[in-house]
């Protein structure tokens, strides 16, 4: 399988910019067997980035969207009773009512562990649930396997999936599940590289839209007392919102006229805001 | 192989287990790193498990690596705190003498020279942690993100004294930022308030209840009669009210930043909030006691079965608690001394305590708190403590 991977390397793909360092330390976490754990604030790409491994290590991508009442057996597997009832019923289906295993469907993680092939799991937004749920996810993690109680079974990962998992959250989670992660920090993208993103997204923008745009992005984040600042995916969202109006002029945007405010920001206080701030003109 | 450089980031304060060590080894014996950069990053990734860190391994790596001088940040700013101090308090000699547990007229004879060097002498005693932390330029160009927001322990000053009254210009210009800051271990705190749970069933019926399913199934003759039922959720409302300002709170940190960490885990509906010693006409939901008042008086229109636990060493001047203007903060001079405030919230909110991070054995030698004691149930924050609370905010 060591050759398998090292064949295998994550080098960014068609819709994600990739820095050097985050590439080595996916590279280092898929070598080395371990989960990354990415954390950054909203929008910095952390979701996008299990997409893009997936895409280019042309892996299956399995995504664990983590609730906030998620026990961890939702996404081990779950023993659908109701169904078995109903069968031994009226015994119509072509299930085994006598046999249990026909009605264990697989979670998340319990279709990535079954999976023949090789895949990416993205446990998003892991700060979601409880630190319970969170340590004993790692434990199953790190065994690479799991016990169905009603058929005593031991699943074992037939691959070792590849880990993602991100969180949002400000606070640390717990010592044991850092101990068993590796960890990035994805910072909020310099304008260079929000240049190079937007690049990726729009490969025919105007240059002179690309710059008023870039500026101002990073003008309006400044505002203060925002609760949601704008994050890269308003950014996108704003261009677009520009390219498709044909009166518009890059120009305006270094005047301070900014339209379409309402995609940059989405609560409505932040917006009031950002109103107030830019019609008091040239200087945010 | 790195074995100075591991402990040079376990000394500077970096949680780096030898588990994540030998993995580092394990990296760089399969051939995985081949440079200084990628060494940089993947060390990081692996040793380091937050951003907070990010910046005094930066340091660490600078000087092991490049040869650069680790700062040395700590003389200057107790020369510049205590500089600040000296001017105030020498408008203020008996407040001086009082917090510095010293006679005024002892006090008036020592130089300002002197009386640096005194107070100097005291917080070194009792200086716990100190990381230098202001910013660093990154190495390679890799620049350090997410600057631990603040000063990652700017000067952390022990405690004044235990029983002393805190003095009033240097708990204005520093605040705590609980969220931020400290380590996070002890699941201690985590087992007791545990304990602190109202599951009660909520949302729609959609939980099918195999047992009653079975038994009516039964009833009926095999005839299948599926019995749904609510799932139960915790719906405790919890306030926990911080005391975060002042130094006499200081040495306490570390267990009150675990206690508010895992309060945010666990409930819910929780109002965090802080306040100053006591409570006057407002407490404040933004650390910095600044921008976001809650005035006293809306918390009437909480429900009154929400539980509050006020966290603070109860330890003041008597005139705060008492007096109508008693409050350190000019801004708030509602004319109700501190001590109505009290009891408005302990009977507004019957099911509430006062934790005490202080031990119990010296609650005692401070009159204020002796006075709380008898408005609030007041508990030790320590295991047997929080447990004995925990008993008490569940009690009918």
Redesign the interface.
């Known amino acids: 399988m060591k050759n398998n991977i090292s064949n295998k390397k994550f080098t960014g793909a068609t819709r994600y910019v990739l820095d050097?360092?985050l590439a080595?330390?996916v590279?280092?976490?898929m070598?080395?067997e371990?989960p990354?754990?990415l954390?950054g604030e909203p929008g910095t790409g952390k979701t996008m980035l299990a997409h893009s491994i997936a895409e280019s290590l042309a892996m299956p991508l399995i995504v664990l969207n983590v609730k906030?009442?998620m026990k961890l057996v939702d996404a081990l597997y779950q023993y659908d009773?109701?169904t078995r009832?109903?069968d031994s019923?009226f015994g119509d289906s072509h299930r085994d009512v006598s046999n249990m295993e026909d009605y264990i469907k697989m979670g998340k993680i319990g279709q990535s562990f079954t999976s023949k092939q090789r895949n990416v799991l993205l446990i998003d937004e892991i700060d979601k649930a409880?630190?319970d749920f969170q340590d004993d996810m790692l434990d199953v993690l790190d065994q690479m396997e799991f016990d169905i109680i009603e058929i005593d079974k031991t699943m074992k990962a037939v691959h070792r999936p590849v880990i993602i998992i991100t969180s949002n959250a400000?606070?640390?989670l717990?010592?044991p599940f850092?101990?068993r992660?590796?960890?990035?920090?994805?910072?909020f993208p310099d304008p260079k590289m929000m240049r190079k993103i937007i690049g990726v997204h729009f490969p025919d923008i105007d240059s002179n839209l690309m710059e008023n745009v870039v500026t101002t992005f990073y003008r309006v984040r400044k505002i203060d007392g925002v609760e949601k600042k704008p994050a890269t995916r308003e950014l996108i969202n704003w261009i677009r919102a520009l390219k498709s109006d044909h009166d518009f002029k890059p120009k305006t945007l270094i005047k301070g006229d900014i339209p379409y405010l309402g995609v940059l920001f989405k609560k409505s206080q932040d917006y009031e805001r950002a109103v107030e701030a830019t019609s008091r003109g040239h200087v945010i | 192989m790195f074995i100075d450089f591991f402990y040079s980031l376990k000394n500077a304060g970096i949680q780096v287990s030898p588990t994540s060590f030998l993995t580092l080894q394990k990296a760089l014996n399969m051939g995985l790193i081949n440079s200084l950069d990628e060494f940089y990053t993947s060390a990081r990734a692996i040793l380091v498990k937050s951003e907070r860190y990010f910046d005094i391994y930066d340091q660490i790596f600078a000087h092991r690596f490049e040869g650069a001088e680790l700062p040395e940040y700590q003389g200057f700013e107790i020369d510049d705190i205590s500089r600040a101090m000296l001017d105030e308090w020498l408008k203020d000699p008996r407040t001086l003498a009082q917090a510095l547990d010293m006679d005024e007229a002892e006090l008036l004879q020592l130089t300002p020279d002197e009386l640096i060097q005194y107070f100097k002498a005291r917080l070194n005693d009792q200086k716990g942690r100190h990381y230098g932390g202001a910013t660093w330029i990154g190495t390679d160009g890799s620049s350090p993100v997410g600057h631990s927001g603040d000063h990652p322990g700017a000067m952390r000053v022990g405690g004044v004294s235990r029983n002393q009254s805190a003095v009033k210009l240097a708990l204005e210009r520093r605040y705590k930022d609980y969220t931020r800051r400290g380590l996070l271990t002890q699941d201690m705190v985590g087992e007791a308030l545990k304990r602190l749970r109202n599951m009660i069933p909520v949302g729609p019926e959609d939980r099918v209840d195999i047992d009653k399913t079975i038994y009516q199934t039964m009833k009926n003759c095999g005839e299948i009669e599926i019995v749904f039922s609510k799932s139960f959720k915790d719906r405790l409302k919890v306030i926990l009210a911080i005391d975060n300002g002042g130094w006499s709170m200081d040495p306490y940190i570390p267990v009150v930043q675990t206690l508010f960490d895992y309060a945010r885990d666990q409930f819910k509906d929780l109002k965090i909030c802080y306040f100053h010693n006591t409570v006057y006409d407002v407490l404040w939901e933004d650390p910095a006691r600044a921008n976001k008042p809650i005035p006293v008086k809306h918390l009437a229109a909480f429900d009154p079965q929400t539980r509050l636990i006020l966290v603070g060493d109860a330890s003041m001047a008597p005139y705060e608690l008492m007096a109508a203007d008693g409050s350190i903060h000019v801004k708030e001079r509602s004319g109700k001394p501190s001590i109505e405030q009290l009891k408005f919230l302990a009977q507004t909110f019957p099911h509430s305590v006062w934790l005490n991070p202080a031990s119990s054995q010296m609650w005692d030698y401070t009159p204020t708190s002796t006075t709380i004691r008898r408005i609030f149930p007041m508990f030790e924050l320590s295991l047997d403590g929080l447990e004995e609370a925990v008993r008490h905010l569940m009690a009918k």
């Not at chain 1, 992660?181 to 910072?187: D, E, K, L, S, Y």
């Open positions: 050097n360092e080595s330390i590279n280092v976490s070598a080395l371990m990354l754990l954390k906030s009442s009773t109701l009832l109903n019923r409880d630190t400000k606070k640390d717990s010592d850092l101990g992660c590796n960890f990035h920090h994805i910072a």
